[in-house]
């Protein structure tokens, strides 16, 4: 039995974080063992898992493995847009210009600010009162 190409990407996003696996193939999407349109529920968390592929022309040309844990659903589309950047970077170091000059191979540092002790939240401060 021949060895196949596997090539690997890590994409984080917020609190979440996904392992991606892309093979030569015929385009299918696998997401915790789950089908792309079963896990992403609306168009746009679809589109965002999609991007990479779609700058790259490889759509239909590579399966796809995704395992994706912690934080929620946008995070989660981010991690694995992410990954899947990252991945087909290893791939072919050619598709690097295009990727990155769509912003896919950037961490996205954004994150939760954390709550501050004497507040009610990171930002936000109890009402004050002169009298």
Do not use: W
Request: net charge positive; glycine share 10%.
């Amino acid at each position: 039995m021949a060895q196949q190409a596997v090539y690997i990407g890590t994409g984080r996003r917020k609190t979440a974080s996904a392992r991606v696996r892309i093979t030569p193939g015929t385009g299918k999407i696998s997401i915790n063992g789950r089908a792309l349109e079963e896990y992403c529920y609306t168009d746009q968390l679809a589109q965002a898992v999609l991007t990479p592929l779609n700058v790259a022309n490889k759509r239909n040309t590579v399966d796809t493995t995704i395992l994706v844990e912690g934080g929620g659903p946008i995070g989660q589309a981010g991690a694995m847009s992410h990954g899947l950047a990252r991945a087909l970077q290893k791939m072919d170091a050619e598709l690097r210009p295009p990727l990155k000059k769509e912003g896919l191979l950037r961490r996205d540092p954004r994150a939760k600010e954390r709550k501050k002790s004497g507040q009610p939240g990171a930002r936000k401060k109890f009402q004050f009162s002169k009298r």
